[in-house]
C-alpha cells in the first residue's frame, strides 16, 4: 500500500499527466473525453473539501475516484463495448467482393448506405458553415487584433476564443453524426484561473491555432465540395432526364416537343423516333446512372476525409 | 478487500454500473450531473465504494450516446460547466426490462450461495 501511496499523483495536473500516459495510443477524442471529466471532477472535489490542500484530496482519490490506470482501463472498456455495439454490422459484401459480381454489387451498394446521403448532406451544406465560421473568425480575429491596444482587447479575444472552441466542438459533433468519425462527446473544461493565466494557457495550447486554422480552411474546403457535389449530381441527373427525355421520344411517346427539333447526342443527331436515337439514350441513361454512383462514392471518400481533417484539427490529444 | 475480490467485483460491475446509473436517474426528480451522482452513490453506502467514481464517467457517456439519457451543459458559478443528464422515455423501457433481469438473476444465485445472515436481517431486500 506505501508503494502505492508514493506513486499516487500530488496534483490535478500530476493526475492528467499520468491518466494521459495511461490512455497513450487510444483514440484521440477519447482521451479528450476522459481528461475532461477528470478535471472537472476533480476539481468539483478540491472544491468541496477546500479546508484540505489539493495533496490530501488527490491521496484519497486513489480510492474513490480510481487511479489514473483504473480509469484508463474504465474509458478503454466502454469505449470498446460501445463502439461494438454502434458499429454495423460487418458488411455481408466482403466475401463476395473478389469476384466481377461482387464488385458491381459493391459499386451499387453505395445507394444503401446510410453513410453516402449523410456524407451528401455533410459538404452540400459545408459551404454555408464554411462561410459561417470563415466570417466569425476573420472578425473575431482583426477585432481582437484592433481592439488590442485597449484594455478590452484581451477579455475580448478570450471571449472570441471560447466562441470558437464551442464552434469547433459543434462541428465535431456534426462531423461524428454524419460521417461516423469518432469526435468527443463533450467540450474541454475551461480552467479555473485569473486573467492572466487563462491568456497563457489559450496562447499556448496548440488547439487554439489549429481551430481557428480549421474555420479557416472550412471556407475553400467548402466551396470545393459544394462545387463538386452540385456539378456531380447535376450532370449525373442531367444524363439521366435528357436520356429519359430522348428515350420516351423515340418511342413515339408524345411529349409535347417541336416535333423538328432534333435533340444532339454524343455528337450525332439522330431522328426523334430512329432505332438509333433510342440505343443512344439508353446509352446516355446508363451513363448518368453510372456517373451518379461514381459521385456518391466520391462523396463518400471526401466525407471520410473531411472527418480525418477534423478530427485532426479539433481534437488534440494532449488536450 | 483482496485483488482477487476486487477482480471479481470489477466483472460483475461491468453492467451493474449502467443499471445503478440508470436507477439513480429515475429515482431522481431532477436533473443530475455527474459529480453529484458520484456523491449519492458515496453516501448511500458505508466504508469502500463498490466502484470507482471514475468509471461513471465513460458509462454515463455511453448510455447517453445511446438515447437512453439526455443531456445538457449548464455553466457553474464555482467551476468547470456541469453536464446534467436525465433518464429518456426510453431509458425507462431498458431500466424496466434490466431491472427485470437482474432480480432474476440476484434470486436464482441467492438460491445457491444462500443470502448472507447481514442481508436477511436488511429490512430493505425486496
Redesign the interface.
Known sequence: MNAQDANMPRTIKEYIDELRAALDGADPALIQ??LS?????L???C?ARSTETEQAVLHSIA????SPA??AA??L???R??QA??APSPRPNAAISSSPQGAVKRFFGVYGESRSWTSLMLLLISLFTGIFYFTITVLGLSLSLGLSILIIGIPFFIGFIGVSRLLGHVEGRLVEAMTGERMP???P????SGWPDRLKNILSDIRTWTTLAYQLLALPLGVVYFSITVIGLAMSLGMIGSGMLILLRSLGLDLGLDPDLNIQIWGSTPEPTSIEATLLSIVTIVFGVVFLTATLHLVRWLGRMQGRIAKRLLVSATA | MSELARKFQRDLNAGLVALVLLGVLAESDEDLYGYDIAKRLQRAREGDPLFKEGTIYPVLRSLAASGWLSSRIVPSYSGPPRRYYRITEEGRAVLTEWRSVWRATRDFVDQFTGPSPLTESSPTDV
Open positions: 473525453d476522459a471529466d477528470a478535471e472537472t471532477h476539481r468539483a472535489e472544491a480510492e474513490s475516484y480510481g483504473d480509469v474504465a474509458y472498456e466502454t469505449d463495448t460501445v455495439a454502434l462527446r463533450r467540450s473544461a475551461a480552467r479555473d
